[in-house]
């Protein structure tokens, strides 16, 4: 997850400093703390999907969990980020932690192996790229850091077969991390309140044991800092009855630098090794299948955001960049894009959803100079594209177990989350997530004058415009939204 020596630079640098902290430092105080005697816990819950070509998007599991990091000043000013992550995978109804899942597409039992992966750890020398929301009245600061990951897969194909999508291990991370600008600027604490937005496009996970099957996973939480102090009060109490039993590492942060960094990939394949070598078969199904904690999921909205969202005509401001995914190549930042929209949200009773729809207009600049542009060079295929009109039309229809509301007391938000696809002409197709934070403050407020911020993902084929048919490989799109 927080594979940090990858990021891969998008948006132009935002440089935030003030009179107490540099900007590096402003940085480490959101995403964790100053102190390096504090774990700070970085916790995130959210919804996992799996898309085949030609298909719908399937809501497969609930994803909840953490990391627990620390942060050490080295003396070239940088600092060495310690962190280990647990994460469970829970059955999307009754929110139950999966030992063993019935494989969607090939009705086979699967052994669930959860994300415990120590260490994860990087050293930060630079702040990533932020920006303050509103521009024109800064209230909440984001720091994007967005992520291409292109690497030889631990999985060797000829070795791991059943459970290696290919020799190139092929994934995209997004995420953003969003602070009040006022409390960031105006108190000394060495730790900030955090809440953030996580999307992640990835092959299937190993033990899915689907090898090269066509499509993949799409991962899209909420995050939040647990609040100082309060150590893991925070984390689920399920969660930590595993933890305390059989992972106690995962209660502490990490104080000295390990190597080399742990995935879902490498523990898998450690965890095979193994077992080949006991000379016990690679998967191992549990005879008990879940926790005993089970609790019907509501996936339901917040009324006081829908209150807000109901009110037409709302208009956000939107920011970001499009780059390339092509396996096996490194990612290419396409263009930067800004504009404005209008969202429309409408309850569709006869399909249990929501749609939702964004009118506006985007301009599209160039990554380097942020010039204007009327014509696009293709870095990739070298031609020379005519750019379509700037005002665009959204249309995207969610269902209700995918466009729900999560409160997030620590943070004082509620936030929104929701995905979906949509197919369309020449194998066209497109994944699309939506993540929004509301302010507790901003609720109360009537919905002409209250703010709210998220992240608008989307993952598609090329769009025809850019003549890339032969290509393989997709566009990404984020883009960072104010209201």
């Keep these: 997850m927080m594979i940090w020596r990858h990021i891969v630079v998008i948006f132009g640098i935002f440089c935030v400093t003030s009179a107490k902290f540099t900007d590096l430092e402003n940085f480490i105080r959101v995403i964790g703390s100053l102190n390096s005697s504090d774990s700070a816990i970085s916790y995130l819950n959210g919804s996992v999907y799996g898309k085949q070509p030609g298909t719908n998007l399937q809501k497969l599991f609930n994803f909840e ?25 829970r059955q999307p109804n009754t929110s139950q932690i999966l030992q063993v899942w019935i ?27 932020s920006q303050t929301l509103p521009h024109y009245r800064p209230q909440y600061l984001v720091y994007n850091a967005d992520i291409v ?32 600008y006022i409390d960031l600027f105006n ?20 033990w899915m ?20 102090g309060e150590g893991l009060s925070c ?64 996936n339901d909205v917040d009324d006081r955001v829908l209150n807000l969202l109901y009110s037409w005509p709302l ?41 939702v729809q964004l009118d506006g207009f985007l301009i599209v600049r160039d990554p380097k100079t942020g010039m204007i542009l009327k014509n696009f060079t293709n870095p990739i295929t070298g031609k020379n594209n005519t750019l379509p009109k700037p005002i665009v039309g959204l249309d995207f229809v969610f269902s209700k177990d995918s466009f729900y509301t999560m409160d997030i007391p620590s943070s004082k938000v509620v936030g929104l989350l929701g995905a979906q696809s949509s197919e369309g002409s020449h194998n066209s197709w497109s994944v699309n997530m939506i993540n929004l934070i509301f ?45």
């Design 65 to 89: 969990g953490y990391n627990i990091n620390r942060k050490l000043r080295q003396q070239d000013g940088s600092f060495l980020s310690l962190s280990r992550e647990f994460v469970v995978y």
């Design 103 to 129: 494989n969607k597409w090939t009705n086979k039992a699967n052994e669930i192996f959860y994300v415990a992966n120590d260490p994860v750890n990087a050293v930060l020398d630079s702040p990533s790229p």
């Design 149 to 180: 990951l292109e690497y030889p897969n631990p999985l060797s194909p000829d070795k791991y077969g059943n459970y290696s999508a290919g020799p190139i291990y092929d994934s995209v991370e997004l995420f953003a991390f969003f602070a009040n």
């Design 187 to 206: 108190r000394t604490d060495s730790s900030i309140p955090m809440t953030g937005t996580w999307m992640r496009k990835s092959e299937y996970l190993p």
């Design 209 to 228: 044991e689907m090898a090269t099957t066509a499509g993949g996973l799409y991962y899209t939480t909420m995050a939040w800092k647990c609040n100082e």
């Design 235 to 298: 984390v689920a109490d399920d969660i930590m009855q595993l933890i305390k039993k059989y992972y106690p590492k995962y209660e502490y942060a990490p104080s000295k630098e390990e190597e080399p960094n742990e995935t879902s990939w490498t523990v898998f394949k450690k965890v095979v090794d193994q077992r080949r070598e006991a000379g016990l078969p690679d998967i191992i199904i549990p005879e008990v299948n879940t926790t005993s904690n089970s609790r019907t999921m509501s």
């Design 315 to 355: 208009s956000m401001a939107v920011n970001g960049s499009a780059w390339s995914e092509i396996p096996g190549k490194q990612s290419i930042c396409l263009f930067n894009i800004n504009g404005n929209f209008q969202f429309d949200l409408e309850h569709l009773p006869e399909y249990n959803g929501y749609r």
């Design 439 to 483: 302010p507790y403050s901003e609720l109360s407020k009537s919905p002409p004058s209250a703010h709210f911020y998220g992240t608008l993902g989307s993952f598609s084929s090329w769009p025809t415009w850019m003549e890339m048919d032969d290509v393989p490989g997709n566009i990404v799109v984020k883009l960072t939204v104010s209201k």
